[in-house]
């Protein structure tokens, strides 16, 4: 039962349900508009509903491209059957030819959601259309693209909601779990390290893929979603900054996946009890800085200060009795070095929002 309503959360949400309604009412308006459309082509009305559930996308630019991708690949279709007809071809050999052609042209990207409607477009001619191909010809058209435009008029009259705060709760969580991995990861070479620690740790790193991917969607769908959306006029969300800081954040992901090597190693294990102290405190430290991003400019700057301060700490306590580049210390080093890079790129991360925002 749980995992059922599991299942069918994703179906519940306020966005999809509103998403829902208007799929609903684009369908019924578009029912009685084909009613209304005068000549032949009134007796097709039953195709304006297939239009509008066409165009019924969840955004409102994706509501454009697909309608006229849709109502183009329709448009094809019939072309290439009506030029069969005209030609005199029999319907024994119009037939494969019109669908074949379709098929053909739906290869083509450049058509999107419209491609799969050639081929049947061009069939229908024939099923449907029968002794009447022209009629049918010029009402499937018309329909659909009335549909389609109910079903576009619909979404931009009640614009879907943006996702807003769905992607930057995920970005937020994204950064904890990155903290919390850090963390954790540097609390592992203390000492021997069990293997079950080991394999829990390299599952974190799976997790903390999953959510990047997550993330990225979401940012995705927030950035497609205010494309002639009207809630975009009040949604505070700067695409290229967001976009800039879901980079950093992917960068991060991967300089702590190179902290796993050397962990798998006995090389942190061999060093210095203090050196282990230390990697343990820039740990915590790290962990810090990433829940601050999000906080006062002045806490966030602290963090950094800190977590630099640690590294220096850990590297001067690594590298004051260093003697030659034994393999042990070459890949301490290759954490040291990862973990520098974490704190740089917030750092310039930081920076280029503060000069950003200052430019604006």
């Known amino acids: 039962m749980q995992k059922l309503a599991g299942a069918l959360l994703p179906a519940l949400t306020p966005s999809r349900l509103l998403h829902v309604a208007k799929t609903a009412a684009a369908a019924t308006l578009a029912w009685y508009a084909g009613h209304l459309v005068p000549g032949e082509a009134n007796a097709y009305a039953y195709?304006?509903?297939?239009?509008?559930?066409?165009?019924?996308?969840?955004?409102?630019?994706?509501?454009?491209?697909?309608?006229?991708?849709v109502v183009v690949g329709v448009l094809l279709g019939v072309l290439a059957s009506g030029a069969l007809v005209t030609l005199g071809t029999p319907v024994a050999l119009a037939v494969p030819v019109a669908v074949g052609v379709g098929t053909l042209l739906a290869g083509i990207p450049v058509f999107g959601a419209g491609r799969d409607y050639i081929p049947i477009s061009a069939l229908f001619v024939f099923v449907v259309g029968g002794a009447n191909p022209d009629g049918f010809s010029i009402g499937y058209v018309v329909q659909m693209a009335v549909g389609a435009a109910i079903g576009v008029g619909l979404n931009l009259i009640v614009p879907p909601?943006?996702?807003?705060?769905?992607?930057?709760?995920a970005m937020s969580a994204l950064k904890t779990t990155i903290a919390d991995t850090i963390q954790r990861?540097?609390?592992?070479?203390?000492?021997?390290?069990?293997?079950?620690?080991?394999?829990?740790?390299?599952?974190?790193?799976?997790r903390l893929?999953?959510?990047?991917?997550?993330?990225?969607t979401l940012v995705a769908e927030v950035q497609e979603n205010?494309?002639?959306?009207?809630?975009?006029?009040?949604?505070k969300f700067d695409s290229s900054s967001v976009q800039a800081e879901l980079d950093s954040l992917s960068?991060?992901?991967?300089?702590?996946?190179?902290?796993?090597?050397?962990?798998?190693?006995?090389?942190?294990?061999?060093?210095?009890?203090?050196?282990?102290?230390?990697?343990?405190?820039?740990?915590?430290?790290?962990g810090q800085l990433l829940r601050a991003w999000d906080q006062s400019e002045a806490d966030l700057h602290a963090r950094l200060t800190a977590a630099s301060s640690a590294l220096d700490d850990l590297?001067?306590?690594?590298?004051?009795?260093?003697?030659?580049?034994?393999?042990?210390?070459?890949?301490?080093?290759?954490?040291?070095?990862?973990l520098r890079k974490i704190v740089a790129e917030i750092e310039y991360r930081v920076e280029s929002q503060k000069t950003t925002a200052s430019t604006a």
């Open 47 to 69: 195709y304006a509903p297939l239009g509008a559930l066409v165009a019924s996308v969840p955004t409102v630019a994706g509501s454009v491209r697909s309608s006229v991708q």
């Open 226 to 235: 205010l494309r002639g959306n009207a809630r975009g006029l009040r949604a």
């Open 161 to 169: 909601a943006t996702g807003r705060k769905q992607a930057m709760e």
């Open 315 to 338: 590297q001067r306590l690594e590298f004051e009795d260093h003697t030659g580049w034994d393999p042990p210390a070459q890949r301490r080093s290759v954490t040291i070095y990862a």
């Open 185 to 206: 990861a540097t609390e592992l070479p203390a000492g021997d390290a069990p293997e079950d620690d080991l394999k829990d740790w390299r599952s974190s790193l799976l």
């Open 251 to 286: 960068r991060i992901t991967r300089h702590i996946a190179e902290l796993q090597d050397p962990f798998l190693e006995v090389s942190w294990s061999e060093a210095k009890p203090e050196s282990g102290r230390a990697l343990q405190a820039s740990g915590e430290q790290l």
């Open 209 to 216: 893929d999953g959510e990047l991917a997550d993330a990225k």
